[in-house]
């Protein structure tokens, strides 16, 4: 499964919204489509799982929706730590796990 | 507390080998489906390889499978990737994940730089 993640580059200021695409080229399995954010000499953190569940430690103003092949990861309104690439990735069958492109939320 | 701890990274020349490895503290590895990650600037993050609890059950991207190997060692708690003829294209830095049956990475590592260069 190939994941597609629009757009590219987010150019936002604090406190406004944000909505970050993936597109998966099949149906992704039970909804196993998870969300990341990194940072810069950082491990990846991550935010989301099964598509909408806030991982443990995740700020509520993160949120995760969609099913099949299209979903999404809103933050509300957006604080200076949250400028970051999100990555969004899914588990199938093969390859086991795969990971889209990556959307960099950026300081406008 | 969850704790991954890679080693092993380090400059090697195309074609070399090197062997990273992954010490896990605060749980038992036994029960864990557990990866490999990279991440390059170029590329953003990519899943490399997995292996199941019972070591029965592996898998691999493509572009490393027949030079990468993953295993692990329940009883000391590490997991490890043997990585053969290294090409430049490998050059990344390697994180060791864990998979808490969330089919999704709860826990990682602070990577492993390996850059493959003459």
């Known amino acids: 499964i190939v994941l597609t993640q629009s757009p590219g580059t987010l150019s936002l200021s604090p406190g406004e919204r944000a909505t970050l695409y993936c597109r998966a080229s099949q149906s992704v399995i039970n909804n196993f489509l998870a969300w990341y954010q990194h940072k810069p000499g950082q491990a990846p953190r991550l935010l989301i799982y099964g598509a909408s569940t806030r991982a443990t430690g995740t700020p509520d103003r993160f949120s995760g929706s969609g099913s099949g092949t299209d979903f999404t990861l809103t933050i509300t309104r957006l604080e200076p730590e949250d400028f970051a690439v999100y990555y969004c990735q899914q588990f199938g069958a093969s390859p086991s796990y795969s990971f889209g492109g990556g959307t960099k939320v950026e300081i406008k | 507390d969850v704790r991954l701890v890679e080693s092993g990274g380090g400059l090697v020349q195309p074609g070399g080998s090197l062997r990273l490895s992954c010490v896990a503290s605060g749980f038992s590895l036994r029960g864990y489906w557990m990866c490999w990650v990279r991440h390059t600037p170029g590329k953003g993050l990519e899943w490399v390889a997995n292996?199941?609890?019972?070591?029965?059950?592996?898998s691999y991207l493509d572009p490393v499978r027949g030079r990468f190997t993953i295993s692990r060692d329940n009883a000391k708690n590490s997991l490890y990737l043997q990585m053969d003829n290294l090409r430049a294209e490998d050059t990344a830095v390697y994180y060791c994940?864990?998979?808490?049956?969330?089919?999704?990475?709860?826990?990682w590592g602070q990577g492993a730089t390996v850059i493959v260069s003459s």
């Open positions: 994940a864990r998979d808490p049956y969330t089919k999704a990475f709860e826990n």
């Open positions: 292996i199941n609890p019972e070591s029965d059950d592996l």
